[in-house]
């Protein structure tokens, strides 16, 4: 029988003796083969030849010669090998590798590694890694545990795919969160995992303040900024001198109000609008970060290699100092404020007539959540007159631009994020899902028109655009079939735009949305920062930046330094080069704060769901895998699994061209969007549920 770790132990004889032909004798003299496994190695010979893995003449074993790419470097990926695959991935240029766990020498995830790339199968190209040249991580953070007399430490991040020993436990309890020091990384040759010593113990795990501390310390996030750059700060004044004013549109007498969130501190945007008989006028007002922040001081150099603030319920990594993020820059009421302002004038029929932007100066008159603005839309709060009537004819506005960006391709996905409720001292005491409402749908618009406006001003000369391309062709068709499956059409044209429209247009109930609008987006590529213009897929525009959010991401803070640059008839401040690498600087922050906020995210809802072990829930199926299907609860937006070995009433064979499992002998289904009634079973790193 063909023995996968006897063939690695041959192809690794083999390679250290390139110069040797081997019979079988002498091999399994090298592997140490008891005389009961000899089959096994004539099997396993056989098959490697056959896979021309290993050369054989004259009964002789030796090793390929492989010509090999040398010297690729690239990003190690282990997301499929901490999910029991026997494989990985290597993130590299022009595309990724595919690396066998056998070639993985000792990286882990987001390691820095050099590959050779030895062969091609299937249009995949397979290498091996050959040395880790930087680590992602030096210290592992995770939970403290015994096991047999010895310890080890669990990885709180799941794309480290193996445990880690303990050497030196310090004053480390069972169950504790712990800093682990790593002091040697291990080799999957011998069969050694990794080890260190324990550095700090943050406290019992499960404490939310303790988990979410914990995904700060494992994404490395700042926790304080240097002293430098605090001490930068005492040159910055809430005072404007006459003389800046002076140089600015003074628009202080123009009615003028922020929406946020409630639990806002930093309120980077503020709007106006102002009717007459011929049209409106619109006016985005965002905070003139970079009058205070110039690209040579110690505040943009931290606001660089932050990239963005980092927002976890109850928490906030700011990217610059709180006396600029919530007090000097802040656009609070009643406070004269710096900004840079896109005004657009529209006709009666909402038609765009003329567009400009320029540094202004704004008082804001009224500080509103979203809440509140949608309490006044549905007629359960009253306002003031001259601002309510401002809110009606921003609503019939905003609902003119969604009509609009709607007839040009733009994708509205309904895809929730997750609301925790909280208790005094801390603890998840619900979960609810978010909806996107009036006034959520008028902001978005609104920065929206002075994001896209910015893009074109910026077009003519080197900038940083926020990029959306087209979905991959491949993933597209593997869509359309799934769909189809489910009686769904999708008729492919060029246009992918309207092809995906009508296939949300088709989507008969809100469970056929909660499936698909996410396999959806699945679909698509994500977003990111270049400095080439490919446009923005989702939202149907050619040219697209951020400008909105200079206070929050460096992105935007770039932005503002370009177009006051061109509003003063000079040159942009950055070279072409040194835009390229902000830019990947700015998707790069952008993915770690995605990662970690998820990772808080689905911290919390472990720890919530660990107190309902045993409760019954409506739930229904939003995917399939080999071996489980994944169900979403109704009553929470929370996800789990289902193991098919856990179905004792037939024997169910996947069908994965169509996602979903038949039971052989009785026939029964699950599918997609089918509504279940299940247990909550267990909840580990992983939340497991059982069909009732």
């Not at 995949?124 to 030096?138: C, D, F, L, P």
């Not at 009253?382 to 004819?393: G, V, Y």
């Not at 077009?459 to 499956?485: A, Q």
Request: positive net charge; aromatic residues 10%; proline residues 3%.
């Amino acid at each position: 029988m063909y023995d996968k770790k006897l063939a690695y132990t041959v192809k690794k004889i083999l390679e250290d003796r390139p110069h040797n032909h081997l019979k079988i004798k002498e091999i399994a003299q090298f592997v140490g083969l008891r005389k009961h496994k000899y089959k096994d190695l004539i099997d396993t010979l056989f098959r490697l030849a056959k896979d021309k893995e290993i050369n054989v003449k004259n009964r002789k074993y030796y090793a390929i010669k492989v010509k090999s790419s040398k010297n690729i470097t690239g990003i190690f990926d282990a997301t499929t090998l901490a999910r029991n695959k026997s494989f990985a991935f290597v993130k590299a240029e022009p595309e990724d590798i595919f690396i066998s766990s056998e070639d993985t020498l000792n990286a882990y995830h987001n390691d820095t590694v050099e590959l050779e790339v030895n062969y091609q199968r299937n249009g995949k190209k397979h290498g091996i890694i050959t040395k880790v040249i930087k680590r992602a991580n030096k210290k592992v953070i995770g939970t403290f545990q015994e096991y047999h007399g010895k310890y080890y430490i669990i990885p709180d991040n799941s794309r480290i795919h193996t445990n880690f020993a303990v050497n030196d436990i310090s004053t480390a309890m069972n169950s504790e969160k712990v800093v682990l020091d790593v002091t040697n990384w291990g080799s999957r040759e011998y069969y050694k995992i990794p080890a260190g010593n324990i550095v700090e113990v943050l406290g019992k795990a499960g404490n939310p303040d303790v988990e979410v501390l914990s995904v700060i310390l494992q994404y490395d996030l700042p926790l304080e900024f240097p002293q430098n750059v605090l001490n930068e700060l005492d040159a910055l004044s809430d005072d404007i001198p006459d003389d800046i004013i002076s140089k600015r549109k003074d628009l202080r007498n123009l009615l003028t109000f922020t929406i946020d969130p409630a639990s806002a501190k930093d309120f980077d945007d503020a709007i106006s609008l102002v009717k007459d008989e011929k049209g409106f006028t619109l006016y985005v007002h965002i905070a003139d970060v970079a009058q205070y922040i110039g690209i040579k001081s110690k505040l943009f150099e931290e606001a660089v290699k932050r990239g963005n603030s980092y927002y976890f319920p109850k928490k906030v990594i700011p990217m610059l100092p709180e006396k600029i993020s919530n007090k000097i820059c802040s656009l609070r009421p009643f406070e004269d404020k710096l900004t840079l302002t896109v005004q657009t004038r529209y006709n009666a029929n909402y038609k765009v007539i003329s567009q400009s932007v320029y540094e202004s100066v704004i008082c804001s008159n009224a500080r509103f959540n979203y809440e509140e603005i949608d309490e006044f839309f549905e007629e359960k709060k009253e306002l003031e007159n001259d601002i309510a009537e401002t809110l009606r004819d921003m609503r019939k506005l905003s609902a003119s631009l969604t009509k609009n960006r709607v007839k040009c391709g733009y994708l509205k996905l309904n895809i929730p994020e997750t609301i925790f409720v909280f208790d005094d001292e801390g603890h998840v005491i619900d979960l609810e899902r978010s909806k996107e409402t009036d006034s959520h749908k008028m902001i978005e618009n609104f920065m929206l028109v002075a994001n896209e406006y910015i893009a074109k001003e910026l077009s003519s000369g080197k900038t940083i655009y926020r990029i959306h391309e087209k979905p991959d062709g491949k993933r597209l068709i593997k869509l359309k079939e799934e769909v189809t499956s489910y009686n769904i059409k999708m008729e492919m044209h060029q246009n992918l735009n309207i092809v995906l429209q009508n296939l949300l247009n088709q989507l008969p109930d809100e469970n056929y949305h909660r499936v698909f609008d996410r396999k959806i987006l699945r679909s698509m590529k994500k977003a990111k920062y270049t400095v080439e213009n490919l446009g923005h897929f989702g939202l149907a525009m050619r040219y697209y930046t951020h400008f909105t959010s200079p206070i929050r991401r460096i992105s935007d803070l770039i932005i503002h330094h370009q177009i006051k640059n061109k509003l003063d008839s000079k040159q942009t401040p950055f070279s072409s080069s040194h835009l390229y690498k902000l830019a990947k600087i700015a998707t790069e922050r952008e993915m770690i704060a995605d990662e970690s906020e998820r990772e808080v995210d689905l911290k919390n809802k472990t720890i919530f769901m660990k107190k309902k072990v045993g409760d019954e829930y409506t739930a229904i199926i939003i995917a399939v895998q080999r071996n489980a299907f994944i169900v979403e609860l109704n009553r929470y937006p929370v996800t789990g699994i289902v193991n098919i070995s856990s179905l004792n009433d037939d024997n169910y064979e996947h069908f994965p061209q169509h996602s979903r499992f038949i039971g052989k002998r009785k026939g029964k289904i699950y599918k997609l969007t089918d509504t279940l009634k299940v247990l909550l079973s267990s909840v580990d790193d992983e939340i497991h549920f059982k069909v009732l």
